[in-house]
């Protein structure tokens, strides 16, 4: 059997939000956070070792958090997504503050990544049943002439919020549940009953129909994909520095769909029925402590997620 998978939670930008990690409002009264119920059901789906991305200006008060906490569950090890972490060729452009994206986070964990893993946000709720998809996905999947991927797909309806836009990558999938392309829109509505994105800044809004799949950015990869990372990052800098130096970023979806369009790798999308839950707005936090609650009730989760 082949090495067991490792979960990979992108949290460099935890906090930015709200002013520091001390400010991310539990969702139930014994103090968890998200992050916790997604490590509950991580576990539950067999992970057994978490590595966390986090910025080193952030580690003291991410460890006494939230690190010391989930170490007492599961196996926890580090890594730094840092501005300077770039190809021998390349320096920080004057000015910039913005980390350098998804893809450079997962690529920060290249020395630690030895088997398959998935990968998710820090402040995102995905579902059990995602992480049970994920898992199984990744205990079976090896590389043929292809590489083998995974995304856990959800029904874009099920991710809005009624408190302003969001940014989804929206996936076409094939009869054979295998993804065809994806591509990210980074202002999505709910405009009434019906989402709409833009990209004119609302001059012009194009519909999206309810059974549109998108990418929560929940992905499970076998060790290949950080070769092409690496490989990537220099021609992606090389493209975007000279025209959006400060903002440009290195996403996940870019290099999955650049490794479709070249035939390098083949996505098997598994779909969630569950709904995603986040709090991209302040206001957004209501539904999730009421969502959390509520699946409490219907016994999915104990009262007290973890013994003392």
Same mark, same amino acid.
């Given at each position: 059997?082949? &090495? ?32 916790? /119920?997604?490590? /509950? ?10 590595? /966390? ?18 170490? &007492? ?13 770039? $190809? ?28 398959? /893993? ?9 579902? &059990? ?44 999938? +094939? ?126 989760? $104990?009262?007290?997620?973890?013994? +003392?």
């Amino acid at each position: 059997m082949g &090495k067991k998978p490792v979960l990979v939670i992108m949290a460099a930008g935890m906090g930015s939000r709200y002013g520091g990690l001390k400010q991310i409002d539990p969702i139930d009264e014994f103090g968890n956070i998200i992050i916790d /119920f997604s490590i /509950f059901d991580a576990k539950e789906a067999g992970f057994e070792k978490v590595l /966390f991305i986090i910025k080193k200006s952030i580690e003291a008060e991410f460890k006494s958090h939230i690190g010391n906490r989930i170490s &007492k569950q599961i196996e926890v090890e580090y890594v730094y997504q840092e501005l300077d972490k770039l $190809p021998a060729d390349f320096s920080v452009p004057a000015g910039r503050v913005k980390p350098w994206g998804t893809a450079h986070a997962v690529l920060c964990c290249s020395q630690l990544i030895d088997g398959p /893993f998935a990968v998710i946000n820090a402040d995102d709720y995905y579902g &059990k049943e995602a992480f049970r998809m994920i898992y199984d996905q990744l205990m079976k999947s090896e590389d043929q002439e292809r590489y083998q991927y995974t995304m856990i797909g959800y029904q874009l309806y099920n991710t809005l919020t009624e408190n302003g836009h969001v940014a989804r990558g929206v996936c076409s999938v +094939d009869e054979s549940g295998h993804l065809k392309d994806i591509h990210e829109r980074t202002r999505i509505e709910k405009h009434g009953d019906v989402a709409e994105y833009t990209e004119d800044d609302g001059a012009s809004w194009t519909r999206l129909e309810e059974d549109t799949i998108v990418s929560m950015n929940m992905w499970g990869f076998t060790k290949s994909i950080i070769g092409e990372l690496e490989k990537r990052f220099s021609a992606f800098l090389k493209e975007n520095l000279p025209v959006n130096p400060l903002k440009c970023e290195y996403f996940l979806p870019y290099v999955v769909d650049e490794l479709l369009k070249a035939g390098k790798a083949e996505v098997t999308v598994r779909k969630s029925v569950d709904r995603w839950y986040g709090v991209t707005y302040k206001e957004d936090k209501a539904v999730v402590v009421n969502a959390i609650r509520e699946l409490k009730d219907r016994g999915l989760y $104990p009262r007290k997620l973890w013994e +003392d």
